[in-house]
């Protein structure tokens, strides 16, 4: 027999039923029951969970890895990028260095007209302190021009090319310079060597020269300019049967480190070869 | 080796030397590359144009240098008859012939050069001159002495792989 109840009352009954399992949760009566079920629905849970993040992290990881190799190549790259900059701004301060110096140099000596420099090679052989420079005769320069660097007087151009030019340093051995030693003003001859010292020579006995004397270019002779600075004396030689004292002489440039030069164009060197005495002369 | 080719080559040399060997001294001395590389070449069997490469090399050598012209390029024609002179007799130790050429290479240029020096009028103190310039030369050409050697025997045999 079927005992068919109205659809309202049904409504009303399982509104009842669910009323009356809400009141019982919210008490707690189903908190055990519902620990027993769960637990271990979330074990399993927990267990999926970990299976599928581990094969996401094989899965990404190798991306990752892809990802930090190119950023370490691009970063190394940049690495060496940075280090020849560097190399690079070092140098141009090296430059920067002596270019304000020389520019120092051209400002304290404003008689004379400069262009500089840079020196692109030596001599080969060692026996001779020849240096050269890329300037040449399409910049102006002459054979007899002088050289001076930030310091003093380096030597001079000797031999001409449209594009370079060799120049005579004043170490050279066929180097003989007129110059004056201060504060006594007495006159002497500067001479090089081959093993690059500098000596002063035919300085006068009654000359009082003692180191630490300024050497300076005296104009005479129509070579050099005068009063450029050259070096010091550093030791005095003087014998009493000698017609001249010598000295040693420290340059105020240093030769092994030469870079950058500055070459006086306005300075035409006096050819004075026709006045001095021939042998051919009567 | 065609004689073409040590035009381009020994201008490398040339320029190599005054740009940066000749800026590398030991005390007053420098190396001479270029002498250590015409002793190399020329003490290689297979090269037939030794005279002709030292001809060249010590032309490009005069043309840079404000030394007389010719005194490098005499020196390195008597250098290479005496490299020559040994290549033809004695055959083996190749490495112990260029070490004692250019120890003899290196004494006979210093000494032409300080003959030139003495005959112009100069002065010379020979103790300080050995001290100071060629025996640092020496030594320095020494060093140079293995790299090239085994550089232009590697490249003999690269230009000449069946000899």
Redesign the interface.
Known sequence: MNIRFPKSLQILALSLVAIGILALALSGVFTSLSRLVVSPLISIQTWVSQQYRGVENIVSSSQDIQEIRQQNTELEAENARMQAQIVELQQQLVEYKILSALLEFARANPEHKYIGASVIGRDPSPFLHYIIINRGSDDGLKRGMPVVTQNGLAGRVVQVTATGARVSLITDPVTRINVRIEPSRSAAVLTGSITTDITLEQIPQEADVNPGNLILTSGLGGNYPANIIIGQITSVRSLENDLFQSASVQSVTDFDDLNIVLVIINFNPVDISPLLPNADTP | MSVILSIPILSFI??L???VV??L?LN???A?L?LVVIVAITLQKSVKTNWQWSIVGGLL?DF????PFGL?TGSYLIITGIASLLRERIWRFSFLMQLLVVLSGTIIT?GI??LV?ILQG?S??FA??LQ??TLP?IILNFMLSLPVFILIQDIIQQLNPLE
């Open positions: 040339t320029i030397q005054s740009a000749s800026r001294p007053r001395g420098t001479d270029m050598t840079f240098s404000g030394l490098f210093h050069t300080m020096f100069g010379l103190q300080a001159v100071t310039i030369s």
